[in-house]
Every structure is written in structure tokens, then in C-alpha cells.
């Protein structure tokens, strides 16, 4: 596939606030009967620690780290780009990549062994309604799920159904994959082997609509927010953070204040999960949270969009997009901010 040089962050496109992978919707003290728990270290209250944009990245979100962590998969969208479509880039900015080259792409993650990547498209289904990642309402129901070499080579279909079939991801051993299948419009999770065989579903209820989901290190226990069903099409509604057992088994609400809680993402070691809440009056912000204690500790302090986090598998770097240097137009790039001092 083809490998793009730029010289610099192309402004095009709009910004993703409902996307199909994460759909959106307090300092923390040492622990010091636990080395692992968040530090604040020499941080000041209300003050990001270092952050700096990925050189050379076109607009673009949902950006997750290689095995190695020096190069990020994401959706992204260049000015050759109709739609937004799956890339690539080296965490210095250098090597950007283009996956595929037809239809509309979404969600992607690497295989563990970092040989490979899945990622979500609808360049099978060109003939049906393109649909929105970004409403729920219309997603498109053509997205289904493929792998390929890292460098778009070597493509395989995973799912040929017609249904959405997006917010992929792989356990951390690699042997599964998680992802979210809409059917008649009702949001599940699912499961398949590695290799696409062995589809079975995760979560059966009526009243939720389940999504963003990630396996945590354990490779049994799946992290996710979900939303009522009765509240889809309002302008602000409630999401909360759920765990569950890849077989459907202890159900768990981790979240249960008002508000949206949106986009969780785990810790190496599984203790935390960084997410996104809204702030008043519409301030998206990413916060890290114990999962056991609730204790929380605020990441970003900005007026623009904040979100998507992602914490590498070192516990040193979280990914994250923003529009806080868009100059005021409705566009994301993609931020590294270190949290090496945090010790995760």
C-alpha cells in the first residue's frame, strides 16, 4: 500500500466525536502500601504533564500502539482521502502509511506479534448506503472486518454479513478477537478465534448498547462503555464503564454518576483504565482511575476536544487526539503525553 511523505499536518475532514470504535458520548495520592499506584510526582494541580503532537500526522483519532510502541495504527484522513482511512505512522512522524484504498475504513489494532493488523472497512460493500461511523443510527452496515500484513498487503475478510462489524481489537495474547456487531439496530459484543473462525456473541441485553470494548491483560476480562438504548439520538446522554468475563460471566458497573465516561482503555498491569468525561459545561477531558478504588486523577486540562486515550504497554506514554491546535476549525491530530512519572 502506499507509504505518504508530508511535510506537515494537513487540515481536512471533520472532527469524529461519535466514532465507531469508542462511541462518546481530582488528583490522585500515593498509595504507599502499593509502588504500582498512580504518583503525582512534581505535577501541579490543573497542569498536563509533557505533551507534544506526532510530527508530520494528518488528521486523525483512535491511534493504538505497535507491540514495540514506536508506531501507532489510527484512522486518518490525508487530502487524497474522501473518507477517513486506516494509516500508520512511526511515533517520531516518519514512515506514514496508507492501509488500504477503497471504501470507508474505522477501527484497527495490531496483532500482538506485531506482524499483522485488523482493521474495519467497507471496500467489499461500495454498493450499499455508505452509512456514518459516527451515528449510531446509520452506521454503515457494509463495515465488515479484515487483517493484513503490515503494510496493507495480504488482505483477509474476516466477516461477510452485511451487518456493522467494527470496534476491533485482540486479546493481549493474541488467540482473540473482540469486537461489536449491530444488528437491527442493537449493539452486541462479540468474539471470534484469531483466525476468524468461531464467532460467538458476549453480551445479550436489551437495554444497553455495548461498544469500545478492549481485553484486559488477564485476556479473560473485557473492558467497555455501553449507553441505554432509550437515550440514543439525544445530544447528552449517560454513558457508564462496565467490565465483563469473555464468557458472558460477572458482570461488573464500574462507573454510576451521572455523565457521559467514555472510551476506556487499560493499564499494562490491568489496575487502571484511562477514559474520557465530559466536564461542564461540554469540556471532554481524559482521566486515569484505579478500577478497584475509584480514585481518580485528571490528564488533560483543555478548552478543545480531548480524547481517545491509549496508554502504551510500557505504562510510559499515553496517545491521545485533539483539537487543541486546530486553530479553531473541527479537526483531531494525534498527541503523545508522558506519563512515564505516573509509574503504571
Known amino acids: 500500500m502506499k507509504t505518504k511523505k508530508l511535510t506537515g499536518a494537513l487540515l481536512v475532514g471533520g472532527i469524529i466525536l461519535?466514532?465507531?470504535c469508542t462511541n462518546p458520548g481530582a488528583k490522585k495520592e500515593a498509595n504507599a502500601e502499593d509502588s504500582k499506584d498512580v504518583q503525582t510526582a512534581e505535577t501541579v494541580v490543573n497542569e498536563e504533564l509533557p505533551v507534544h503532537m506526532i510530527p508530520n500526522s494528518p488528521e486523525g483519532a483512535e491511534?493504538?500502539?505497535?507491540?514495540?510502541?514506536?508506531?501507532?495504527?489510527f484512522n486518518g484522513k490525508t487530502g487524497d482521502d474522501e473518507h477517513h482511512m486506516?494509516?500508520?505512522?512511526?511515533?517520531?512522524?516518519?514512515?506514514?502509511?496508507?492501509i488500504n484504498d477503497r471504501g470507508a475504513d474505522a477501527c484497527s489494532y495490531y496483532h500482538p506479534d506485531g506482524k499483522s493488523i485488523i482493521w474495519t472497512s467497507t471496500r467489499d460493500n461500495l454498493d450499499m448506503h455508505p452509512g456514518n461511523y459516527s451515528d449510531p443510527k446509520d452506521y454503515p452496515q457494509g463495515a465488515e472486518l479484515y487483517t493484513s500484513d503490515l503494510d496493507g498487503s495480504s488482505v483477509k475478510r474476516l466477516t461477510n454479513n452485511k451487518y456493522y462489524d467494527a470496534e476491533v481489537c485482540y486479546s493481549p495474547d493474541g488467540t482473540k478477537i473482540l469486537f461489536g456487531r449491530q444488528i437491527d439496530g442493537k449493539m452486541d459484543m462479540w468474539l471470534m478465534d484469531a483466525d476468524g473462525t468461531n464467532e460467538r456473541q458476549v453480551t445479550f441485553t436489551d437495554d444497553w448498547q455495548e461498544g469500545g470494548a478492549f481485553i484486559m491483560p488477564d485476556n479473560e476480562t473485557i473492558l467497555y462503555r455501553a449507553w441505554k438504548r432509550e437515550d440514543e439520538g439525544k445530544r447528552s446522554k449517560d454513558m457508564q464503564i462496565f467490565t465483563i468475563k469473555t464468557d458472558g460471566s460477572d458482570f461488573k458497573q464500574i462507573t454510576f454518576e451521572h455523565g457521559t465516561?467514555?472510551?476506556?482503555?487499560?493499564?499494562?498491569d490491568g489496575k487502571y483504565f484511562a477514559y474520557v468525561k465530559i466536564l461542564p459545561p461540554h469540556n471532554f477531558e481524559i482521566f486515569i482511575r484505579n478500577l478497584e478504588t475509584g480514585k481518580e486523577k485528571?490528564?488533560?486540562?483543555?478548552?478543545?476536544?480531548?480524547?481517545?486515550?491509549?496508554?502504551?504497554h510500557d505504562g510510559k506514554t499515553l496517545a491521545f487526539s485533539s483539537g487543541r491546535d486546530a486553530n479553531g476549525e473541527r479537526k483531531l491530530y494525534l498527541y503523545l503525553m508522558d506519563i512515564s512519572s505516573l509509574n503504571l
Open 63 to 73: 491511534a493504538y500502539f505497535s507491540p514495540d510502541d514506536q508506531s501507532m495504527i
Open 261 to 268: 465516561h467514555w472510551a476506556p482503555y487499560p493499564s499494562p
Open 18 to 20: 461519535l466514532s465507531a
Open 298 to 312: 485528571q490528564l488533560t486540562y483543555n478548552e478543545s476536544f480531548d480524547g481517545f486515550p491509549v496508554i502504551s
Open 86 to 98: 486506516v494509516y500508520t505512522i512511526n511515533i517520531d512522524g516518519t514512515g506514514l502509511t496508507q
